[in-house]
């Protein structure tokens, strides 16, 4: 079952632009992930921002939190080249006891020289 | 250096065959997870592992199985019962944590064709 939904699943921008990725859930959490997919790669961690938290910020990322309308989103300022990949937000699910992630369909994001 | 291992990076089935990935990680982590991904698309969970000698089904089990008889291996067996293979199959590894879902370090990946 997926918690997260990612919005849109493709983005195109020029460098320098900022790209904005959203991401829905349904249940509540205790907090909420952003990762990182090259092409044929395992995920890589961006950030984590807990359910009592608005918003966060690393270097040129800045993520927000809606907890009640069950929503993040990953800003990506200033754009590069080398910021094409995959982003997927995770969540997290207390079934059975132990946490574990949840990942969405992710968006794929291009950024054109 | 320290992180999470697996092997093959390609790897072909024939039709009726058994496969085993390798996962290994020298994080000293407690838990790991085995995803598959399809082209576009997220991860789905396979297993996962809290402990040595402990594991739990996810939400795609069925046609795979999962040892953890130590702490920095999880090996996951493809099965001839999985119809649909060929995927991309991703092992995480991370601390375990009851309440708060802990940040999870993953291999490069293994691909797997069935020919």
């Known amino acids: 079952s997926q918690q997260g939904e990612e919005d849109p699943q493709a983005l195109s921008i020029q460098e320098g632009e900022n790209a904005t990725m959203n991401c829905s859930y349904k249940t509540s959490i205790n907090n909420l992930q952003w990762y990182r997919q090259n092409s044929g790669r395992g995920l890589v961690h961006l950030i984590l921002i807990r359910s009592n938290e608005r918003e966060k910020h690393s270097g040129r990322l800045r993520v927000t939190l809606d907890t009640s309308k069950k929503s993040s989103s990953l800003l990506i300022t200033a754009s590069r080249a080398a910021d094409t990949a995959s982003y997927f937000c995770?969540?997290?699910?207390?079934?059975?006891?132990?946490?574990?992630?949840?990942f969405g369909a992710g968006t794929r994001l291009a950024v054109h020289p | 250096d320290g992180g999470i291992t697996q092997s093959p990076k390609y790897l072909f089935r024939k039709e009726g065959q058994n496969v085993t990935l390798s996962c290994e990680q020298n994080l000293n982590h407690d838990a790991m997870y085995w995803y598959r991904q399809d082209p576009g698309q997220g991860l789905r969970l396979i297993y996962y592992s809290q402990i040595v000698n402990d594991f739990q089904k996810g939400d795609i089990a069925e046609g795979y199985s999962v040892s953890r008889e130590k702490k920095e291996s999880f090996p996951l067996t493809v099965t001839s019962a999985q119809k649909n293979p060929t995927a991309f199959y991703l092992c995480?590894?991370?601390?375990?944590?009851?309440?708060?879902?802990?940040?999870?370090?993953f291999g490069q990946g293994t691909r797997l064709t069935v020919v």
């Open positions: 995480a590894s991370s601390i375990v944590h009851r309440k708060v879902s802990p940040e999870a370090f």
């Open positions: 995770a969540t997290d699910s207390s079934e059975g006891g132990y946490n574990k992630l949840i």
